[in-house]
């Protein structure tokens, strides 16, 4: 069982930034796919940022892309999200994801990960 607690979040102006971490209990196998999700207030989660151990490689979703980063120093250490030029439209609950990879090392689709965090609040206003 992993554990997962996110920290970080705030109220910024647009144009801000932000540094999110998530701390996992345990780093294990179930630890190599670590994601960030987020929803907004009447809106479906969407995956923001993906980052596998494994392979050595990060996702990011298009709304983010240039803007966010993704990081992790090594397998059993926390996970980052640093966020620039945040937008109103960043404006979101975070949540810290994590899984084992699947077919190919590759980690799972869509929002299909085993463990969740309770979510960290990201607020930025105009």
């Known amino acids: 069982q992993v554990e997962l607690v996110e920290s970080g979040g705030g109220s910024v102006q647009a144009g801000g930034s932000l540094r999110l971490s998530c701390e996992a209990s345990?780093?294990?196998?179930?630890?190599?796919?670590m994601a960030w999700f987020r929803q907004a207030e009447g809106k479906k989660r969407e995956r923001v940022a993906l980052?596998?151990?494994?392979?050595?490689?990060?996702e990011y979703a298009d709304s983010v892309k240039g803007r966010f980063t993704i990081s992790q120093d090594n397998r059993k250490s926390p996970m980052y999200l640093q966020m620039n030029n945040l937008k109103p439209d960043d404006t979101a609950i975070y949540y810290c994801?994590?899984?084992?990879?699947?077919?190919?090392?590759?980690?799972?689709?869509?929002?299909?990960?085993?463990?969740w965090g309770k979510g960290t609040q990201v607020t930025v206003s105009s």
């Open positions: 994801a994590a899984a084992s990879p699947v077919v190919l090392r590759r980690c799972p689709l869509g929002d299909d990960f085993t463990y």
């Open positions: 345990t780093y294990t196998r179930d630890t190599y796919c």
């Open positions: 980052i596998n151990s494994g392979l050595g490689t990060t």
